[in-house]
């Protein structure tokens, strides 16, 4: 299941970064982001109170896929967000140089940008995907807090250590 889910949330993160629309609409998809945020964590509150007035005491199983779930779903929202306000930057220093730089348009960095706006932007589109994709697998993939049976953290005499288990 764990692999499953890492593949679903990589590909619907894939799926959003691929869709996220130009222009005006670009902050209309913000705000709908902006908001979402929120509403996740509302609904993981209600949903644990839930779980806790009902009596049922979950899996340690369910409390890490519940955590992971979360976790994925506001890594999804975060890293689209940071997309579009990255995209928006390098659109306001293009607007901001044709504006009130008009004279050093064909100078170096200025020029680069301007010829280059639109893989810049993929660039900001694969850097949070590729960072997302890391996060998943670190969420889904990575081992949890006392899953793993080949080393052994303790205290003993006030010092930590470390023991291989076969």
């Given amino acids: 299941m764990r692999y499953l889910m890492f593949i ?10 691929l869709k996220i629309p130009e222009g005006a609409m670009k902050f209309k998809y913000l705000k709908y982001m902006a908001i ?8 993981a509150a209600l949903s644990a109170l839930v779980i806790k007035a009902t009596g049922h005491v979950p899996s340690a199983h369910f409390k890490n896929t519940f955590f992971s779930v979360v976790l994925s779903v506001l890594t999804v929202l975060l890293l689209n967000c940071m997309i579009i306000i990255g995209a928006y930057m390098v659109d306001r220093v293009l607007g901001f140089h044709q504006a009130h730089n008009a004279g050093n348009l064909n100078r170096f960095p200025v020029n680069f940008v301007m010829k280059n706006h639109i893989n810049i932007k993929t660039g900001i589109k694969m850097f949070f995907f590729l960072g997302a994709v890391l996060m998943f697998y ?7 807090p006392g899953s793993s049976p080949l080393l052994v953290v303790g205290r003993v005499e006030g010092k930590i250590a470390q023991k291989n288990c076969p």
């Fill in 36 to 43: 979402a945020i929120p509403v996740v964590f509302a609904i």
């Fill in 8 to 17: 679903l949330f990589t590909v619907i993160h894939l799926a959003m970064v």
């Fill in 138 to 144: 670190g969420t889904w993939l990575g081992s949890k």
